[in-house]
């Protein structure tokens, strides 16, 4: 079991940052490749960004590649979710999730089996 906590979500005025976190409790942190998605109002939860275990590679979805950058401290059970150039319709509950070992596709959350409780973002219009 791991349990994941985010933070670090709040009210930002288009162009602006901000910088999610979320720490990890239970297994082995390093075990698991780490993911963002978000959740708007009335839509389906969709993938944001994805890193491997080690932290060398990384994964975007074409809406925010550029704009955000995924991180982890495998030493501080964390995963980071930097967020720049934030517009509205970035607008959402943002989530981290722990992959599924050995599942191959990295953008459906249905290969991700533990989740956050959420972060709300933001960016009034």
């Known amino acids: 079991q791991v349990h994941l906590v985010e933070s670090g979500g709040g009210l930002v005025q288009a162009g602006g940052s901000l910088r999610l976190s979320c720490t990890a409790s239970?297994?082995?942190?390093?075990?698991?490749?780490m993911g963002w998605f978000r959740q708007a109002p009335g839509k389906e939860r969709e993938f944001v960004a994805r890193i491997s275990r080690s932290g060398i590679n990384t994964y975007y979805a074409d809406s925010v590649k550029g704009r955000f950058t995924i991180s982890r401290d495998n030493a501080k059970n964390t995963v980071y979710l930097e967020m720049n150039s934030l517009k509205p319709e970035d607008t959402a509950v943002y989530y981290c999730a722990a992959q599924r070992p050995n599942s191959s596709t990295y953008d459906q959350k249905e290969n991700y089996f533990y989740w956050g409780q959420g972060t709300q973002v933001t960016v009034p219009s």
């Open positions: 239970g297994r082995t942190f390093s075990d698991y490749p």
